[in-house]
């Protein structure tokens, strides 16, 4: 399949780990020129452009900076003249240590209110930034990386959840107000626990459990993760906007 992507400028927020990392290479095999942001791991995001080829650039960006999406914005269109697809998939985790494990409740103001403030108005003011370029040119794609648990839920995941449902929210909204300029799609992406090269941890203490939930009897890995963002941030993706889907194996 064509995925109508050669020569197409991507932005994949968060690539140089997890799950953002194979959509960086999904993109990249496809003939699009990705922007692979960091926040931490600039020698992360570097070896993955080398790795993967092609046209890339490197650059930093950080949710809970109010310049950040602006900077970035005016980077890409000068690198390459134009935005056409955003996938914002950088996460600001929440509460950790000494805050884990604590009632709801108990968690500091300061910590689930940068939780709640980096995951949504880190992805709002981005979108917000790239969108007038999909406009003009009448052509783009949104694809948010959200969270099962923003609709299953988790102990422990209040915070994070609510933050994942807003972007629910906007996208669904925001479908409505792009498509009427053009080829503009807006959706979300809800993994469930997912193998990455940097989980492995979580996934041996946790994965029999999400194992057992899904039909397939078994964890996705992040390239699969990455493919269905791949389609719905392609030109192959002709008419889903609006949409929140799982891609979890079927739990």
């Given at each position: 399949m064509d995925m109508g992507l050669t020569?197409?400028?991507v932005i994949v927020t968060g690539a140089s780990g997890g799950i953002g990392r194979e959509i960086a290479r999904g993109f990249a095999a496809e003939g699009a020129d990705v922007v692979l942001t960091y926040h931490h791991s600039q020698e992360g995001a570097e070896r993955l452009a080398k790795e993967i080829g092609g046209r890339s650039l490197v650059a930093p960006y950080e949710l809970d900076d109010d310049e950040a999406a602006r900077t970035l914005a005016e980077t890409v269109i000068e690198w390459s003249g134009r935005i056409d697809v955003l996938v914002n998939?950088?996460?600001?985790?929440g509460a950790t240590e000494p805050d884990a494990g604590l009632a709801f409740e108990a968690v500091s103001d300061e910590r689930w209110q940068k939780?709640?403030?980096?995951?949504?108005?880190?992805?709002?003011r981005l979108s917000r930034a790239v969108v007038?370029?999909?406009?003009k040119r009448g052509w783009g794609r949104l694809v948010h990386i959200s969270s099962g648990i923003a609709v299953d839920g988790m102990a422990g995941g209040e915070y994070y959840g609510?933050?994942?449902?807003?972007?629910?929210?906007?996208?669904?909204?925001?479908?409505?107000g792009l498509g009427k300029d053009g080829d503009i799609l807006s959706?979300?992406?809800?993994?469930?626990?997912?193998r990455t090269e940097t989980n492995g941890a979580i996934v041996e203490q946790a994965g029999g459990h999400y194992s057992a939930l899904a039909p397939i009897?078994?964890?996705?890995?992040?390239?699969?993760v990455a493919g269905a963002v791949v389609y719905l941030g392609s030109a192959a993706n002709t008419g889903i906007t609006g949409q929140a889907i799982k891609v979890t194996g079927g739990a």
């Open positions: 020569g197409r400028t998939n950088a996460v600001h985790w939780t709640i403030r980096a995951n949504v108005e880190g992805a709002l007038p370029s999909m406009r609510a933050a994942k449902a807003a972007l629910h929210g906007f996208s669904r909204s925001a479908a409505f959706n979300v992406v809800m993994p469930g626990l997912t009897g078994r964890l996705l890995d992040a390239a699969e």
